[in-house]
């Protein structure tokens, strides 16, 4: 799947997914505890507020969730910029609030990291920032300028500058810190549950091909006693209609077309309605079929069998996954993309693994990122060549995700490096200087003939006219 067909997917979008009713009932949520909170300080510790101004206050946020409640469906789903003036009227309310009740003095003022942690949950970078500036200036001012809370004798109630220093020193830190780990946590969130989408949608398309043969099998093998009853009937019909010359050329149309209908069923090498050979394949015959695409591009790609151990020459014959095809077919297209003109496939096999190495003689992969190769959406910054060579390529990574979680969920294990510092124990001729990764099966994971995933032996019945 191409990055430009996933972009509908993308973390970006995830703000649209974000439903209003979510946050109209966070909002009753608040004004309850908003109200509760002044009905608790004026009558319980009998505190000496400005009751208009802050029913006020607590009235905007009431008078604004009805309108938007009566305004819009249940399932209406809010834009970025949409939820952005929620969760922006929201701060500005409760800072109101907190103005009107002591400012930094109101154990309250650390809810103003409620809109911060929202905004850097579910919205981009830059409606965060604004959020989180906003929230720092509104704070910085509710230090200096507020109502001060007072009690029924008149007493002033505050605590000294240097706790109101630590309050806003405290509550800065934790809009920028929280803000931050919230943003960062929940994009990559977003990343691998949109790459596994991606993942899922690649394997579900492999899987179709896959079945597509198996569905020209059943109708190669179905349609074969139709048509030949058909063929059976207008032979039939050819020397009752002696008479009838109009009539006995219809008849002949007829079996000639049923003649044609077994000519195309025969000419798609299909004989039988589940053949075995859509379920199990040679080693070297599945990675040829993942090779296959690339192959045209421009760049010649090698194919060295070769078995691990001497007393093992028979090749493998491998489980025919369209995990196993699609992650390999992955692997390679990265190879002939960044290749400089040649990539070497080697199969090697024993009786313990299966081992299928790719490299290329490229410049391979950046050494600040071997680490993180496998990781969704990692980006780099691209070099003249690079934009030459492709054009469309944003650098994403999303393939190699796509390929490392296939070939995982079929039991293989996957190491990346460079020519240039190869891994212990792999050995490869000097002009391999590209990216390299190795690819390892336990062979009892995908050996098709021995162990607990063997294809039963079967007869594959033959398409009868």
Known sequence: MSETQFGLMHGQERSHWIRLRTLILLRWVA?????????????????QLELTLCFLAVGIAVVGNLVVTFMYPENKRLSEFENFLMVFFDLLQLAFLLYLTGGLHNPFALLVLAPVTISAA???????????GAAIILVTLMAEFHLSLRTEQGFLLRVPDIFVFGNWTAIVIAILFIGAYSFRISGEIRSMSDALAATQLALSREQKLTDLGGVVAAAAHELGT???TIKLTSAELLDELEDRPDLREDAALIREQADRCRDILRSMGRAGKDDLHLRQAPFSTVIHEAAEPHVNRGKTIILHEAPLATDILQQPTILRKPEIIHGLRNLVQNAVDFAGSTVWIDA??????????ISDDGRGYPSQLLGRIGDPFVRKRRMPSDRRQRPEYEGMGLGLFIAKTLLERSGASLRFTNGSN???GLVLPKERLGAIVEVSWPRDKIDALHGENA???GENRKIEF
């Not at 579910?122 to 989180?132: A, E």
């Not at 096999?349 to 299966?354: F, G, S, V």
Request: proline residues 11%.
């Open 455 to 457: 294809v039963p032996i």
């Open 348 to 357: 090697a096999w024993d009786d313990e693994i299966i081992r299928v190495t």
């Open 422 to 424: 190869p891994l212990p």
């Open 226 to 228: 139709p048509l030949a």
């Open 122 to 132: 579910m919205m981009g970078l830059r409606p965060t920032l604004i959020i989180g």
């Open 31 to 47: 004004i309850a505890g908003q109200i509760t909170a002044i009905v608790v300080a004026q009558y319980v510790y009998e505190l």
